[in-house]
């Protein structure tokens, strides 16, 4: 029989690749298996919103709530359910958008200087983004899509005359390759340490 952290793990691990739907699939296993846990309903939830979809993030709520009801107070819980009303539509979801602040409320008064209350602080700052910030957003986003390509070519002609000079032929070096691993990277700093079961504090999971 699989531990919560053997599940915990197997959840980080397809995060991290870009598995969402294995995820779920891990999350729901380890609950068939385990019982009902927060830390497997906030990867479960994680896992929905990871998908950017509205009903994915219908999905997702439910989830969060029936986690926050087994542990009010879990950290990742409370920070993942904010971050969903934070970027929701107050046109469309005014409820879900309306709980985001007695959500971020709560994790700041459990636990102000964590992880999870830094990510949310960071959610929180671009939700009040206004029309300068997005066109700068947009300029430095091009400007290092540009200079991405640039290092590529560089590399790529690199390893064309490196080749040239010994008389044979390679690949060309796919830029995608480092692209897809710092993303990777990138996921990975939002998975379990922030998100679903470490560094929790007075949230931390009975």
């Given at each position: 029989?699989?531990t919560?952290?053997?599940?915990?793990?197997?959840?980080e691990?397809?995060?991290?690749a870009?598995g969402h739907?294995?995820?779920?699939?891990a999350?729901r296993e380890g609950?068939e298996?385990l019982?009902?846990h927060?830390?497997l309903y906030c990867?479960?939830?994680?896992g929905?919103v990871?998908?950017?979809?509205?009903?994915?993030?219908d999905e997702?709520?439910?989830t969060f709530?029936a986690?926050l009801?087994?542990?009010?107070d879990?950290l990742?819980?409370?920070?993942g359910?904010?971050?969903?009303?934070?970027?929701a539509?107050?046109?469309?979801?005014?409820g879900?958008?309306g709980?985001a602040?007695?959500?971020?409320?709560r994790?700041?008064?459990?636990?102000?200087?964590?992880?999870?209350a830094?990510r949310?602080e960071?959610?929180?700052?671009?939700?009040?983004?206004g029309?300068?910030?997005?066109?700068?957003?947009?300029?430095?986003?091009r400007?290092?899509?540009?200079?991405?390509?640039r290092?590529?070519t560089?590399?790529?002609a690199?390893?064309?005359?490196e080749?040239?000079?010994?008389?044979?032929a390679?690949?060309?070096?796919?830029?995608t390759?480092r692209?897809a691993?710092?993303c990777?990277?990138?996921?990975?700093?939002?998975?379990?340490g922030?998100?679903?079961?470490?560094?929790?504090g007075a949230?931390?999971?009975?």
């Amino acid at each position: 029989m699989s531990t919560l952290d053997d599940w915990q793990d197997r959840c980080e691990q397809l995060f991290v690749a870009g598995g969402h739907a294995a995820v779920r699939r891990a999350a729901r296993e380890g609950i068939e298996e385990l019982g009902p846990h927060p830390d497997l309903y906030c990867w479960l939830a994680l896992g929905h919103v990871a998908e950017d979809d509205d009903d994915h993030d219908d999905e997702a709520e439910r989830t969060f709530r029936a986690g926050l009801a087994l542990d009010p107070d879990h950290l990742g819980l409370l920070a993942g359910y904010a971050e969903l009303c934070l970027r929701a539509d107050g046109f469309d979801r005014p409820g879900r958008a309306g709980r985001a602040a007695g959500l971020t409320r709560r994790l700041k008064e459990l636990a102000p200087d964590s992880a999870q209350a830094g990510r949310v602080e960071a959610a929180e700052r671009w939700t009040r983004r206004g029309y300068w910030d997005d066109i700068r957003m947009r300029t430095a986003v091009r400007a290092a899509e540009s200079d991405d390509r640039r290092r590529a070519t560089e590399a790529q002609a690199r390893t064309l005359g490196e080749d040239l000079s010994r008389g044979g032929a390679t690949a060309p070096v796919d830029p995608t390759d480092r692209e897809a691993r710092a993303c990777a990277a990138d996921q990975g700093r939002i998975g379990r340490g922030v998100w679903c079961g470490a560094s929790q504090g007075a949230g931390a999971s009975r």
